[in-house]
Every structure is written in structure tokens, then in C-alpha cells.
């Protein structure tokens, strides 16, 4: 199966075979849907015309082909609307390059929720590097905490999740040591069961320990390839018979499960997007972290986004469940 980077170049590729027969559609659509997987949308004028009709199931046959669990079955794979560009309302959308009647609309979601509290897991130790506000040296904090655990013999696993600002990587691995892949490919493949593809190209070892070791995941890969629209879908949930609904925080906590079967690390250091939102939210709450080191600058803008936080927790009646683990970094 096609990776996610891979959708667009493929249907460029198949496009651009099938380009003397375009002109017959009109405008149309690629739609990418939560999961990443394609349809087309065509103007419902289209319906019941015989060569458009024909053009379309020839389309809709090489997608299929080619993506394969990225395209839908021949016959649900075309979308016929009376408005094609209603469609364009609520979702981002952009064209398709090299092709100017032809759009891609791209349909993201995000989830959180700070109110419900993982015990502690199992394990090896699971530290959460936090802040309301950036530029406060949590990331920076977290490297010199990794390279002085290394030093002292530990193995330890670093993880980058402040997903919207990536960057902790770059302090611990050089260029020719960032992996191929990172965790957001990880979580958007694994929405098509095709993680295994790029698990084991999103470890790295740091060239910075000694006697111990620095495994490195980073937010993206060396090719962070279309990464906005990667972290656009990084939130979603899993919908599959076997696991039911499976939020995402969950099957980051099955990737964290994995690598620390592959890793066995003496500790695990989590570098949290700072703020409020998804992933902030899954590191100090879904994650089972043992501490949660809370960065802070004396101001006000610090204590008032700490205050919104802690409120919640009471207000939620939480907040028992998780204060001894929280701990403030001035």
C-alpha cells in the first residue's frame, strides 16, 4: 500500500495519463478523506453522460490500482454533487499541481481531552516536559537531561511531540542521523493498519552518549514530505473491528508500548507541545507519565495558563488523580 506522501504524486502520475480525457469532466475534485483514502467529486451534469461516465470507471479503476486501501471500491469512488464548489466550504482545499481544473480538498480533525486522568503505567519511567508558553527551555532542558542520563550508563528514550513546532531532534541527532520517517507518519499510516512500513525507519541513536544510549523519535522524518496535511489528520481516531473506536492518544500509547518493547529504555522523556490542545493534553493526561515536569517564567501570562489548566482539573474533579505527579521547573 501507498504511503500517505506517496497519494498525491500517484494521482498526479494517473492523471496526467488519462489528461486528453479531462476536458470531457470539467472541474473535479480529489477528495482526501480523514483516513487519507481518494474519491473523486464531479458535477452532477455528469450523471448518466456515456463517455464521461466511461472516463470516470477508467479513473476510478487505475486509483484503485494504484493506491489501492487508499481509494474506495469502483463504485463508491465518484461523488456526483449539483454544487462542486459547495464542497470547498468547510474543508481546506487546493489545486492540484500541474493540472488547473482538478482540486484537492483535504479533511482534517483534531481530539483532546484533558479530563480523564491514565494511571501511572508499568515500565520504565515515563517524564513529561511541559509549558503553557514556548521559549521557556523545556526542549533544551529535556536534550541536556537525556545526554546527562546517557552519560551515566541509562538508556534512554526521547520522543518529540510538540508535533506543531518539531525541532528537538535537531538538538540530539545530526542531519545524516535523522530517520526516514517520524512519529506523525507513524499515526497516519497507522489510521490504514500501515505502520509496520515505517516503524523501524524512525529510530535513531544519538551520536551525543557514552556509556549509556539516546534513542531518538522525531516529529517528522529527514523528508518531513506534506507535513501539514499529516499533522491535519495525527489526531483521529481509529474506527476497525478489532479495536473499535481507538482514540489517538491510544494508539500513541500502543506506539510508546512498541518502542519500549524494541528499545527496553531505563527511561522515557516526552517533549509536549506547549499550550492547550491535542497533544498537550494526551502527554500530561492519556500517557501514564510518572512526572510531569510544568516549565514557568514569572509573568502573567505563565500562571494565568497554569491557572485555566489547574481549574479544570478541579472543576472536572480530577485533579487528586494526578497533582503529586506535577511538578514546577522555574
Request: aromatic residues 8%.
Amino acid at each position: 500500500m501507498k504511503t500517505f506522501d506517496q497519494i498525491l504524486p500517484e494521482i498526479r502520475h494517473l492523471l496526467d495519463r488519462h489528461r486528453d480525457r479531462l476536458n470531457a469532466l470539467g472541474e473535479m475534485g480529489i477528495n482526501r478523506d480523514l483516513n487519507g483514502r481518494i474519491r473523486l467529486i464531479v458535477s452532477d451534469k455528469l450523471r448518466h453522460q456515456a463517455e464521461a461516465e466511461l472516463i470516470l470507471h477508467d479513473i476510478a479503476k487505475d486509483l484503485l490500482t494504484q493506491l489501492e486501501g487508499r481509494a474506495y471500491p469502483i463504485e463508491q469512488a465518484v461523488l456526483f454533487e449539483r454544487d462542486i464548489h459547495r464542497v470547498q466550504f468547510d474543508s481546506p482545499w487546493f489545486p492540484l499541481e500541474g493540472f488547473e481544473q482538478i482540486y484537492v480538498i483535504d479533511r482534517l480533525a483534531t481530539e483532546g481531552n484533558w479530563s480523564t486522568i491514565t494511571p501511572e503505567q508499568p515500565g520504565a519511567p515515563r517524564v513529561v516536559f511541559f509549558s503553557i508558553k514556548g521559549g521557556v527551555g523545556r526542549s533544551s532542558a529535556l536534550a541536556a537531561t537525556a545526554w546527562s542520563l546517557a552519560q551515566k550508563g541509562q538508556r534512554v528514550l526521547v520522543l518529540d511531540l510538540d508535533l506543531e513546532s518539531p525541532g528537538l531532534s535537531t538538538s540530539l541527532l545530526p542531519p545524516e542521523r535523522q530517520p526516514a520517517y517520524g512519529i506523525t507518519d507513524w499515526l497516519v499510516e497507522d489510521l490504514v493498519d500501515n505502520a509496520d512500513s515505517v516503524f523501524d525507519a524512525m529510530l535513531a541513536t544519538s551520536n551525543l552518549s557514552h556509556d549509556g544510549e539516546i534513542y531518538v523519535i522525531p516529529a517528522h522524518g529527514a523528508d518531513p514530505g506534506e507535513y501539514v496535511s499529516k499533522l491535519g489528520r495525527v489526531w483521529l481516531p481509529k474506527v476497525g473491528p478489532s479495536r473499535g473506536r481507538e482514540r489517538w492518544s491510544q494508539r500513541l500509547q500502543r506506539l510508546l508500548t512498541q518502542l519500549e518493547a524494541r528499545v527496553k529504555p531505563d527511561l522515557i522523556l516526552l517533549d509536549s507541545r506547549a499550550g492547550i490542545d491535542e497533544v498537550a493534553s494526551s502527554c500530561i493526561t492519556d500517557l501514564g507519565a510518572k512526572l510531569i515536569l510544568l516549565f514557568a517564567i514569572e509573568g502573567h501570562q505563565t500562571w494565568n495558563g497554569y491557572r485555566i489548566r489547574f481549574n479544570h482539573w478541579r472543576h472536572t474533579s480530577v485533579v487528586e488523580q494526578i497533582r503529586e505527579r506535577l511538578q514546577i521547573v522555574s
